[in-house]
C-alpha cells in the first residue's frame, strides 16, 4: 500500500512539473515590446485570476461638440492570465519522491533526476514532513496557451515569465507557509487591457433630426420628401472613450476615438461627416450642417415609416506603463430611428384667361 502510495505521488509531481523552455522569441508591436509585467493579486482560485480597476471617460458628440459634457464611471473585473503559479503538492509530496530517487541512487539517470527535482524544490528537506492537512505547500508556473491573443504575444510573456524563476540548473518552484500570499500571477499589457475593454460598453448612438411636422392625415414627426433632413448626436453619444486600467504595479490607457455619425436609410441620399448640428429655429439654415440626409420617397410604402440606421466606428489604441502600445479591432456601435417621410402635395393650374 505504501508503494502504491509513494507511485501516486511520483505522477502527481511528474504530471504537474511543467517543461518551460527558455528562449528570446521575436516579439515587435507598433511602438515597441514590453520590456517586463507585473507580479500582482493572488492566485486562490488556482487558476491566477486577478481583479482589474477600470475608471472611463468620455467626451460627448452632442451637439457636434468635441470638449464639452460627456459621462464618466468606474467598475473592476476579473482577468485571467496567460502565466501565473498554480497551487501544488504539499511538502510531503515532493520528499518521497526525492528520497525514492535517491534510493535508487544505482541508477545513473534516477540519480540525475532526483538531483534535477532537488534543485527544482529548494529546501525540500526543511517541509518533508508537512502533508496534505497543512495549509503549506509548494506552487508551481504554469502558461497557458488558449489564454493569449496570438503565439506571439505567449511566447513573450512567457518568456519573461520563466526570468521570474529560471535558475541556470533549471526552474525553481515557491514554497509558500500555511497563511503566506500565494506569489501573484504575471501582469502583462494586452492582457490587462483586453480585461478592461470587455468590461465597458460603449453605447448605442442616439440623434435628433429636423424637420419634424404634423402631416394632414395627423402623423407627427414628420420629415419631408426633397428637403435636407438634419441629424446631429444627442444624449450619451461619444466622440472618444478613455478607459484607464491598472492591476498590481501595471495600468494602460485605452483609447477610441471617432469622427462621426455614418447614416443609411432607404429611398434616401446622405452626407455625413461629423457629428451634425443641432437645428436652431431662426437660426439654422439650409446646408448649415454636417450630416444631413435627403429622402427621395414617402415612407407610405414601408408601413409608414423609413428605418434611419445610424452608426459609430471608433479606432482603439493603446499604452500602458511599461513601454508597450498597439491597436485593438475597431468598435462600431449602431441603432435605428423609424422617421415618417410624407411628400409635399402640389397643384399646378393654368392662368385664368377671362
Not at 145 to 174: H, I, L, M
Request: proline share 7%; charged share 20%; net charge negative.
Amino acid at each position: 500500500m505504501k508503494n502504491r502510495a509513494r507511485r501516486r505521488r511520483i505522477a502527481l509531481i511528474s504530471a504537474a512539473a511543467l517543461t518551460l523552455t527558455l528562449s528570446s522569441p521575436a516579439y515587435s508591436d507598433q511602438a515597441g515590446s514590453p520590456s517586463s509585467g507585473a507580479s500582482a493579486g493572488t492566485a486562490d482560485a488556482g487558476d491566477g485570476s486577478y481583479e482589474v480597476s477600470i475608471s472611463v471617460s468620455s467626451t460627448s458628440a452632442s451637439g457636434g461638440s468635441s470638449s464639452d459634457g460627456g459621462w464618466s464611471t468606474s467598475t473592476t473585473a476579473t482577468a485571467q492570465p496567460i502565466c501565473w503559479y498554480r497551487p501544488g503538492p504539499p511538502g510531503s509530496a515532493v520528499a518521497d519522491t526525492i528520497k525514492e530517487r535517491n534510493a535508487k541512487a544505482s541508477d545513473e539517470s534516477e540519480r540525475k533526476r532526483a538531483e534535477y527535482l532537488a534543485n527544482e524544490w529548494p529546501d525540500w528537506e526543511e517541509h518533508a514532513n508537512e502533508g496534505e492537512e497543512s495549509a503549506g505547500r509548494w506552487y508551481m508556473p504554469i502558461c497557458d496557451k488558449s489564454r493569449a491573443p496570438d503565439d506571439e504575444t505567449y511566447a513573450w510573456v512567457r518568456y519573461n515569465f520563466e526570468k521570474e524563476f529560471r535558475t541556470e540548473n533549471g526552474r525553481r518552484y515557491t514554497w509558500v507557509p500555511g497563511g503566506g500570499q500565494p506569489p501573484g500571477p504575471y501582469i502583462d499589457a494586452r492582457t490587462l487591457v483586453r480585461a478592461a475593454m470587455d468590461a465597458v460598453t460603449i453605447p448605442a448612438p442616439s440623434v435628433e433630426t429636423n424637420p419634424k411636422i404634423t402631416t394632414g392625415d395627423g402623423v407627427p414627426d414628420a420629415t419631408v420628401v426633397g428637403m435636407d433632413t438634419w441629424v446631429w448626436a444627442t444624449g450619451d453619444t461619444p466622440s472618444e472613450v478613455r478607459v484607464s486600467a491598472s492591476a498590481g504595479s501595471m495600468s494602460a490607457e485605452v483609447v477610441a476615438s471617432s469622427s462621426g455619425l455614418r447614416l443609411s436609410a432607404p429611398d434616401a441620399k446622405q452626407s455625413c461627416t461629423g457629428w451634425g448640428s443641432p437645428w436652431v429655429d431662426g437660426e439654422s439654415q439650409e446646408g448649415g450642417s454636417d450630416c444631413t440626409v435627403e429622402f427621395t420617397r414617402s415612407s407610405a410604402h414601408l408601413g409608414g415609416t423609413t428605418p434611419l440606421s445610424v452608426s459609430v466606428s471608433y479606432d482603439v489604441s493603446w499604452t500602458a506603463s511599461d513601454g508597450s502600445s498597439g491597436t485593438l479591432d475597431p468598435i462600431t456601435t449602431n441603432s435605428s430611428v423609424d422617421i415618417p417621410v410624407a411628400e409635399v402635395q402640389t397643384v399646378n393650374r393654368k392662368p385664368d384667361r377671362n
